[in-house]
């Protein structure tokens, strides 16, 4: 049985610009809208690298607002506004949330519907690695059915140090 690349740590969304690219032929696929705020605050998300926080998402959007320097003053740099536009990509798994550390990560998959996904964190670097491995979902929903309970999401965060920060510190 071959592993799967999502089980290699370094496996994450290297190229923000293929990524929204990604993102946005799987909306056509689907029938969903991408608006210009949706796919921006898509585009932070994967460039940004590591998990990323919502407000640090609003003054990165109000930042680019400055610099554009907007006429009227208007825009979509209301929180309410990032907020929506995370629940669509979340709603539709271009995105993941790690609830631990409340922030959001790219999904590597952005073709594929909301999943469920393993992720480790590192506490010094702040790194996320999706670590897509299907027998460990399996296994955790199967354990909880066993004991009667019925589960309608999972997640998992695993917090310690990732390799690269144990090996420099």
Known sequence: MSQHPCTDPQHH???AQGFVAAVERA??????RLTPIRARVLDLVARHGKPI???DLLDQIRLDKQRVDDEDGAGAAAPPTVYRALEFLLVNGFIHKLESVNAFVACHHPSTAQHSVPFLIC????????LEDERIVAL?????RALGFVPQAQTLEVHGICARCAQAG
């Open 13 to 15: 969304v290297h190229d």
């Open 123 to 130: 506490d010094h670097c702040h790194s996320a690695v999706e």
């Open 27 to 32: 909306c056509r696929e689907r029938g969903l």
């Open 53 to 55: 926080k919502a407000y």
């Open 140 to 144: 955790l929903d199967e354990k909880a």
